[in-house]
């Protein structure tokens, strides 16, 4: 992610694809927690305090400042300031209901910690200015809304966020990766396995990608992509040159329907699929995009049983009749069809 005042923002982890989950969603996971609240609490204190050990480069000499509300985030950042004081860190507590008093501003220290408000706060957030510490979030910037990522007052802007057990909405959209900095999910223990929503990564993608044989030839990695009707050819042509920019061996561009697709001054031709799709394997992959009029809903129905990989659009034939569940789609394809279709209706 890149953040809207031009620093450098992102989400620091190893391994797959990181669940995402809203509020309520995350709510209902403390709820099912097999754990009483105060183990969760140590875990993500301890989270918080690695993390700022690494922001402040050390323990010694330091001074933190905690700014704490009275909900988990606040016993997040009080138990936090524990684990750094027997460290040899100089730690302040401000409650929030003492902010006030504060207004001129906070003292100065090596490191703020904002521990007032997690993901379910509402409301207005305007709290005391920062001066020129550094400011280390707990799970997201106080004020920040945890679904919209919308700002809700004047939120700190965060060098580094802790946020536990999945990213939420609001890190990932609107002022949130702004106010966020770099972002650091963390496993405390909460089982996050029925999340509905993912955030893939570039070096996931890259993952993706099958290693390539010395034996491999250009059939090896060709991608299909079935796109478009008569006059509506242009989006294949796009998906045919993001294919060859990906490393595809060859790409074939079929439009249902039109004999030979009108194509950029750039590119080869391939005429339509009709009485070739199913003839012969030798793509690896699908790319089908829908036209007017369900001209695609037989090529859908063709492609659906060569059993490659396939990405899905929208639907292609345009009225429901091409509906993968009933052409044969494997289960990931039809819900990602079925995801699209309900986020555009």
Request: aromatic share 4%; with cysteine; net charge positive.
């Given at each position: 992610?890149?953040?809207?005042?031009?620093?450098?923002?992102?989400?620091?982890?190893?391994?797959?694809?990181?669940?995402?989950?809203?509020?309520?969603?995350?709510?209902?996971?403390?709820?099912?927690?097999?754990?009483?609240?105060e183990?969760?609490?140590?875990?993500?204190?301890?989270?918080?305090?690695?993390?700022?050990v690494?922001?402040?480069?050390?323990?010694?000499?330091?001074?933190?400042?905690?700014?704490?509300?009275?909900?988990?985030?606040?016993?997040?950042?009080?138990?936090?300031?524990?684990?750094?004081e027997r460290?040899?860190?100089?730690?302040?507590i401000?409650?929030?209901?003492?902010a006030?008093r504060?207004?001129?501003?906070?003292?100065a220290?090596?490191?703020?910690?904002?521990a007032?408000?997690?993901?379910?706060?509402?409301g207005?957030?305007?709290?005391?200015?920062?001066?020129?510490?550094?400011?280390?979030?707990?799970?997201?910037?106080?004020?920040?809304?945890?679904?919209?990522?919308?700002?809700?007052?004047?939120p700190?802007?965060a060098?580094?966020?802790?946020?536990?057990?999945?990213?939420?909405?609001?890190?990932?959209q609107?002022?949130?990766?702004?106010?966020?900095?770099?972002?650091?999910?963390?496993?405390?223990?909460?089982?996050?396995?029925r999340?509905?929503?993912?955030?893939?990564?570039?070096h996931?993608?890259?993952?993706?990608?099958?290693?390539?044989?010395?034996?491999?030839?250009k059939?090896?990695?060709?991608?299909?992509v079935?796109?478009?009707?008569?006059?509506?050819?242009?989006?294949?042509?796009?998906?045919?040159?993001a294919?060859?920019?990906?490393?595809?061996?060859y790409v074939?561009v079929?439009s249902?329907g039109?004999?030979?697709?009108d194509?950029?001054?750039?590119?080869?031709?391939?005429?339509?699929?009709?009485?070739?799709?199913?003839?012969r394997?030798?793509c690896r992959?699908?790319?089908?995009?829908?036209?007017?009029?369900?001209?695609?809903?037989g090529?859908?129905?063709?492609?659906?049983?060569?059993?490659?990989?396939?990405v899905?659009d929208?639907?292609?034939?345009?009225?429901?009749?091409?509906c993968?569940?009933?052409?044969g789609?494997?289960?990931?394809?039809?819900?990602?069809?079925?995801?699209?279709?309900?986020?555009?209706?």
């Amino acid at each position: 992610m890149a953040s809207g005042d031009g620093r450098d923002a992102g989400i620091g982890h190893n391994g797959s694809v990181i669940p995402v989950v809203t509020p309520q969603e995350m709510a209902d996971v403390d709820a099912e927690a097999p754990e009483p609240a105060e183990v969760l609490i140590g875990r993500a204190a301890w989270a918080v305090a690695r993390e700022a050990v690494a922001v402040m480069g050390g323990t010694y000499g330091r001074r933190v400042t905690v700014l704490a509300g009275k909900g988990n985030n606040g016993n997040d950042g009080r138990v936090a300031a524990g684990i750094l004081e027997r460290r040899g860190v100089r730690t302040r507590i401000i409650e929030v209901a003492d902010a006030p008093r504060w207004a001129g501003g906070l003292p100065a220290c090596d490191l703020l910690i904002d521990a007032a408000f997690g993901t379910g706060f509402s409301g207005t957030w305007d709290p005391p200015p920062p001066g020129a510490s550094p400011v280390l979030a707990v799970d997201i910037p106080s004020g920040i809304d945890g679904l919209s990522g919308e700002a809700c007052g004047s939120p700190w802007h965060a060098v580094r966020t802790v946020t536990f057990a999945a990213l939420k909405p609001g890190l990932l959209q609107g002022d949130g990766p702004r106010h966020a900095g770099v972002v650091v999910p963390v496993d405390i223990g909460l089982d996050v396995g029925r999340a509905r929503a993912h955030l893939v990564e570039d070096h996931d993608v890259v993952a993706w990608v099958p290693r390539r044989d010395a034996v491999d030839h250009k059939w090896s990695h060709a991608v299909w992509v079935v796109a478009g009707s008569p006059g509506m050819e242009g989006a294949g042509w796009l998906c045919a040159r993001a294919a060859m920019r990906g490393g595809a061996g060859y790409v074939r561009v079929s439009s249902p329907g039109a004999e030979r697709p009108d194509s950029p001054s750039r590119g080869g031709r391939n005429g339509a699929a009709g009485n070739r799709m199913g003839r012969r394997g030798d793509c690896r992959g699908l790319t089908l995009r829908g036209g007017r009029g369900g001209s695609g809903t037989g090529t859908v129905r063709a492609c659906a049983c060569r059993g490659e990989a396939t990405v899905w659009d929208r639907n292609p034939g345009g009225t429901g009749r091409g509906c993968p569940r009933s052409s044969g789609f494997g289960a990931v394809v039809w819900r990602r069809w079925r995801c699209h279709r309900r986020c555009h209706r």
